[in-house]
C-alpha cells in the first residue's frame, strides 16, 4: 500500500559524525544535538547539511464518538471551537508556527459540526465525528480508505510545494482516549498503564476513561495485527490520516519531528503501514501523557526535551524546531580545527 521506505543515507552519517570531529569543540560536547545535525544530514543525503528553512506544520483535526463516554475536561463542541480558532489564529499552534517560519495547514478530516471554515480546510473531509470505538468501529471500509488516501495526498503536496522538515499535529477532544487505546492495542500495555491526564482530567473521569479504553481494547484486540483494520476499527479519520501522512513523509525522504501522545499513536500503525518510517522521525519532546513513552520506547526513540507539556497540536515539536535547526546549522557551518589552526593534546 505504502511504496518501501529507504533509510536515510548511511555514509552521509558517517561523514557527518566524521566532519563533527574536526569541528571547533571537544568531541561529544555538543550533546544530543551532534546526534540531531547527523540525522538531518543523513535524511538529506549531504554533509554539510542545507539549513532547515521551509518547515510546514500540518493540524488533522476530527471528533470522536468517545468525547460522549465524559472522557475530557471540554465537551465534543470544543474541537468545532478551536478549529475556527486556528484557522482565525490565536491557537498555540499558530503562534509557535508564526515565530518559527513555518507553514501551517489545517485539515478538517472529521469534525463533527459544520463550521465556517474555507473549503480547502474541508477538502478530505471523511465524515462527521468519527466512531465511538468502544462499541462501534470507527470508520467504514471505505472511510479508512479515504482517510489513509488523504493523509497521504496530503504529505505529497507538503514535499512536492518544497519541505525540509515536517510536522504533525492533532486537534479533537477525546483523542488522548484514542491514542491511548492504539498504543495498549500495539504494546500489550494495560489500559491503567496507558491513561492519563489528557486535558486535564480528575480521578473520578480518569476511572471512567480507563473502562472506555478496556472495552475499546476488547474490540481492537482482533484486527491489532493489521494496521489499516486497527484504524478503521479503533482509530479516526484524523488519526489515520495522520497515520499515512508519516508514513508518506517517510517514503518520500523527508524528515518529521514527532508531536506527543496523539501523533506518536499514529506513528505507532505509520511504523506497521510502512516498515522502516520511523528512521525519519525525530521525537521531539516527552509529554506526560504515559501512553507518549509507550510508544517513544516501542519505536526507539528518545525525547529531544521534556518540559511537561501536553497540549498537542504540533507544539511540542515547534518548540524542539528551533533546536533541530540550530544543530543542522552547527554542523554546516561552524569552523574546523584545521581551518582555525587550533591544535589539541590528542
Ligand atoms: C481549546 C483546545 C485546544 C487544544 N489543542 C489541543 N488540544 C488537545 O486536547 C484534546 C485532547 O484531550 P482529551 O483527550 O482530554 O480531550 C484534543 O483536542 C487535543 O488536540 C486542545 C483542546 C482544547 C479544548
Ligand atoms: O501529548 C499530547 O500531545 C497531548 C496530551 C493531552 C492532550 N492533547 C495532546
Known amino acids: 500500500m505504502f511504496l518501501p521506505v529507504c533509510p536515510p543515507d548511511e555514509s552521509v552519517k558517517q561523514a557527518a559524525l566524521d566532519r563533527w570531529d574536526r569541528l571547533v569543540k571537544s568531541p561529544g560536547a555538543l550533546g544530543d544535538l551532534e546526534d540531531v545535525g547527523t540525522w538531518i544530514a543523513a535524511c538529506q543525503g549531504v554533509c554539510p547539511p542545507r539549513p532547515l528553512t521551509r518547515p510546514r506544520v500540518v493540524v488533522f483535526a476530527g471528533d470522536h464518538g468517545v468525547a460522549t463516554r465524559g472522557i475530557s475536561v471540554y465537551p465534543a463542541e470544543a474541537t468545532a471551537q478551536a478549529l475556527i480558532m486556528f484557522v482565525t489564529g490565536g491557537g498555540a499552534v499558530n503562534v509557535l ?42 470508520l467504514t471500509d471505505n472511510e479508512v480508505r479515504l482517510a489513509v488516501e488523504a493523509g497521504r495526498a496530503i504529505a505529497d503536496q507538503e514535499v512536492d510545494a518544497g519541505t525540509d522538515v515536517l510536522i504533525a499535529g492533532d486537534l479533537g477532544i477525546g483523542n488522548s482516549t484514542v491514542a491511548a487505546i492504539l498504543v495498549a492495542a500495539l504494546t500489550g500495555a494495560e489500559p491503567t498503564a496507558v491513561v492519563g491526564r489528557g486535558s486535564g482530567i480528575d480521578n473520578e473521569t480518569w476511572i471512567r476513561k480507563v473502562a472506555v479504553v478496556r472495552d475499546a481494547l476488547c474490540r481492537a484486540h482482533a484486527v491489532r495485527a493489521n494496521p489499516l483494520a486497527l484504524l478503521r476499527t479503533s482509530a479516526s479519520a484524523d488519526i489515520a490520516a495522520m ?75 515547534l518548540i524542539a524546531l528551533p533546536l533541530v535547526a540550530m544543530a543542522t546549522r552547527m554542523l554546516a557551518e561552524m569552523t574546523t580545527f584545521k581551518e582555525a589552526g587550533i591544535t589539541s593534546h590528542v
Open 243 to 317: 497515520a499515512a501522512f508519516l508514513a508518506q513523509a517517510a517514503v518520500r525522504r523527508t524528515p518529521v519531528l514527532l508531536d506527543g501522545a496523539i501523533t506518536t499513536a499514529a506513528a505507532l500503525v505509520a511504523e506497521r503501514l510502512a516498515p522502516g518510517a520511523r528512521q525519519w522521525w525525530l521525537a521531539s519532546h516527552r509529554s506526560t501523557e504515559p501512553s507518549h513513552q509507550l510508544a517513544l520506547a516501542q519505536l526507539g526513540l528518545k525525547p529531544l526535551v521534556d518540559l511537561k507539556m501536553r497540549h498537542g497540536e504540533g507544539s511540542g515539536a
Open 97 to 138: 508556527a508564526a515565530a518559527n517560519g513555518a507553514a501551517l495547514r489545517i485539515v478538517d478530516m472529521a469534525v463533527a459540526a459544520e463550521t465556517p471554515v474555507p473549503d480547502e480546510v474541508k477538502r478530505f473531509k471523511v465524515r462527521h465525528g468519527s466512531g465511538a470505538v468502544d462499541q462501534e468501529d470507527a
